[in-house]
């Protein structure tokens, strides 16, 4: 009889689909644990991220792959009372939990690889810890650029293979360990050896920035949070078009 692969193992749209049913699985409980896994740093980083865009009050910001919208508040900060916040995500049961939480505008189901939104709406656009769960990364960049306006600013957070050997060996350890552990203790095993699994997998930071120039973007930096496990990586739209 054959074996069911595992979620890291799934490419195209077998991955969309396997994502999408376990992170419907796992969305009561994510908040808790992300927060555990990442002793509730992701907050700082999240505001580090938008700061990055440098936005206004009055701005429209979407956050792609949302989740259960952690970066909806800080957001909401940067474009203020006269802004607008916008959350989509694939996965229905996430984005319940966005919702609660009453700091995005509007909360809509959607693909980051076919969003069902006109372009050049968006003044700045963030993603976290989305990009790795793409069925095709390269799609999930176009389409950021497409719905920003001209000069508008893209920016994402990820995990990461940690540059210095030493911390890399480390990291491995603690994220092949911990991280499934906890996954257990919640009854959710595979999903949560999916995050070192799926890490192992992801784009380095140089493919990142490639894949970022096709889709057109430029002034593209990255940038490293919590030993290199966790990397920004931020580009902008061009003012005029080429």
């Not at 911990?178 to 997998?201: K, M």
Request: aromatic share 8%; charged share 20%; glycine share 8%.
């Amino acid at each position: 009889m054959a074996t069911k692969a595992p979620i890291w193992e799934h490419r195209g749209e077998q991955k969309r689909l396997a994502v999408q049913q376990m992170f419907a699985e796992i969305a009561p409980s994510y908040d808790r644990v992300n927060g555990i896994m990442s002793l509730s740093l992701h907050r700082r980083w999240r505001e580090a991220a938008v700061k990055q865009l440098q936005l206004s009050q009055g701005a429209t910001a979407i956050d792609l792959c949302s989740g259960t919208g952690d970066f909806a508040a800080p957001l909401r900060r940067a474009v203020g009372a006269t802004g607008r916040v916008l959350a989509t995500d694939f996965c229905l049961p996430m984005l319940v939990q966005a919702e609660q939480k009453g700091e995005s505008d509007l909360c809509a189901t959607g693909d980051a690889t076919r969003l069902p939104l006109v372009g050049d709406i968006a003044d700045g656009v963030t993603v976290g810890w989305g990009i790795r769960n793409v069925p095709d990364i390269d799609a999930a960049h176009h389409e950021a650029f497409r719905i920003l306006r001209p000069g508008g600013a893209f920016v994402s957070l990820d995990m990461a293979i940690p540059q210095n050997a030493v911390v890399r060996r480390i990291s491995h350890f603690l994220f092949s360990t911990v991280v499934p552990t906890l996954g257990r203790l919640i009854g959710r095993a595979e999903a949560y050896r999916y995050l070192p699994e799926s890490t192992e997998r992801f784009m380095t930071r140089e493919q990142l920035v490639d894949s970022m120039h096709r889709a057109g973007f430029t002034e593209i930096i990255w940038k490293d949070f919590m030993f290199g496990n966790i990397c920004l990586h931020f580009g902008r739209k061009p003012a005029v078009s080429a």
